[in-house]
């Protein structure tokens, strides 16, 4: 590891910088040990070494794949709950599966080790790419690197503002009960009976890892975030709905966070030798906010084509139809011509739970994606596209506007965990 203080004058040179060594970052690295990626010299550059619970992923996937042994839980039956029904959803051949953070870094760790990566401990400042070699330099007195290529995870805002500019915004506690309460089989994927926001979307969610252990979690689609008191209140209130007995229930973890959801377009490929990964690159889908499967994808696809020896550029993270569907989707729902609730209940009423989920990762075929896109109602998507139409006109002759970036959680709440 580099150490801080010491002067290097000449450039460090490197095959492969990593700037930002988060969530997409440490997949990468999984990835290039796992793809037996070898002889490569690595450095990761972030002021942050990742380590320890600080999110938990949950996505889906079929069983049996490289995450299988690092998973807390994992669920066949999901519920998706409305004021109207309660659905459960068998999505064989997939599960919803959770993946807390510090097994994620731990394995990133590992593989660090084992393919010799070096790490330094510094914010990136500029990124200068020639074409052939992509000059790093941080802030403060990291040696500046020299690299053949470049992987860059650190968040920043997309390249023009989008149309319609949403933010997922969440709070979850980690709830744990002394006796058995949960039902470690059923999990909630989404419950929209939470009193809805003026303009958004919002729900619940449950997902039992034990009898006594649960994440519930309050999240909101909408373009402005609550207050700490809003959040614990929100929850709360969730919790109730859920005929959870709050006294027989200590708060363990919180979790807050905020993720962008918007059809504004992120430069995944800046320059010939630098690659975007992560939400910085494009992998949060803008009608949900998933983003884990995406980085995994591309992890893959990056450490693939370095092992093969070619150039670690991964296909955009969603085809352009679906990132054109997902823009008519936001603006139906920011507009309220559809409301949210109904919006998601009908998707998995009228398709196969498989097929959404397929969807959602953009992994579907076009004929499938028509069939998922009919069963919404047409009006208010056709009203939703000519809207789309016509905005993208208007944005072309307006002078650019700035892009407005992506506020940092709320951690203000009254609930202090209890270890
Ligand atoms: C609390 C939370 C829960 C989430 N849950 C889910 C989920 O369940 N499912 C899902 O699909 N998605 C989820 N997401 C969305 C997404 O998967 C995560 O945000 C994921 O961590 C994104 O990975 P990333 O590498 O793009 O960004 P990050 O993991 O945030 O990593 C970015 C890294 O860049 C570093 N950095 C910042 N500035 C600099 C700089 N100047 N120089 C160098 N490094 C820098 C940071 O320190 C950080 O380590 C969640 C997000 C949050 C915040």
Known sequence: M?????????????????????????????????????????????????????????????????????????????????PAARRVLDLAPLRYAML?????????AAAERRLGVTRM?????????????????????????????????????????????????????????????????RAVLMDFRTPQPARGVSFGYLLPVSDRYALVEYTEFSPTLLTGAGYDAALAGYRDLLGLDSARLTVREVENGVIPMTDAPFDAHPSPRVVRLGTAGGATRPSTGFTFSAMRRQADQVARALAEGRPPVPPPAYPRRHRWMDAVALRALDRGTVGGPEFFARLFERNAPERVLRFLDGTTAPAEELAVMSSTRLRPMVTATVGDVAHRLRDRLRPPRPVPAVPPPVRESMIRPEV
């Open 100 to 108: 807390r953070s510090a097994a994620v870094y731990e394995r990133a």
């Open 2 to 82: 580099w150490q801080r203080g010491r002067m290097h004058s000449a450039p460090v040179d490197v095959d492969l910088a990593l700037l930002g060594g988060g969530g997409a970052a440490s997949l990468v690295l999984a990835a290039l040990d796992r793809h037996g990626v070898r002889g490569l010299r690595v450095t990761v550059i972030d002021p942050v070494h990742r380590r320890g619970q600080d999110r938990t992923w949950a996505f889906w996937d079929r069983p049996g794949g490289d995450l299988d042994p690092l998973l807390s839980a994992s669920w066949q039956r999901v519920e998706v709950v409305t």
């Open 121 to 185: 401990l510094a914010a990136v400042d500029s990124v200068h790419d020639d074409g052939e070699r992509v000059l790093v330099r941080t802030a403060g007195d990291a040696p500046t690197v020299r690299a053949g290529w470049v992987l860059d995870s650190r968040p920043r805002p997309p390249a023009r503002p989008g149309r319609t500019t949403w933010l997922q915004h969440f709070r979850g506690w980690w709830l744990a009960a002394e006796r058995p309460l949960f039902d470690p089989g």
